[in-house]
């Protein structure tokens, strides 16, 4: 077995930088790290926080090809962020002109959930802690 420490990022290929961009820091609140456009590859690459920890890879590719969410495809599926009060996430991001599935409930753990897209139509859970 593999002697693990943690996940260190998720990366994440965007199709419009600065509608990415101001999603991810201005939306859901993650620290800008570093931002570094790379000339050669046309290509901008975001290192994004939260709390001080490495989380986000946020790339912008020219002519990138659309990824599919739904119906559900095999891969990577969504990105989960936990919050402490989930009507209260719910309400900021629909006051933000995200559009909120119904909350739900785990039926294994009783947490409530729900989901939101990124820009890029990349679904997004806040599970309530």
Excluded: W
Aim: hydrophobic fraction near 35%.
């Amino acid at each position: 077995m593999i002697p693990l420490l943690g996940i260190h990022h998720v990366a994440i290929i965007c199709s419009k930088y600065a509608v990415s961009k101001q999603f991810y820091t201005e939306i859901l609140g993650f620290d800008i790290i570093r931002e570094v456009y790379r000339k050669e590859r046309d290509s901008y690459k975001l290192d994004l926080s939260f709390q001080g920890v490495y989380y986000i890879e946020l790339f912008s590719f020219p002519e990138t090809p659309p990824r599919v969410s739904r119906p559900e495809a095999c891969g990577l599926r969504h990105i989960a962020f936990e919050v402490s009060n989930l009507d209260e996430t719910v309400q900021i991001l629909r006051n933000k002109g995200l559009i909120c599935e119904d909350i739900r409930i785990d039926e294994f753990t009783e947490k409530r959930f729900t989901f939101t897209s990124d820009p890029d139509q990349l679904p997004i859970e806040f599970y309530e802690r």
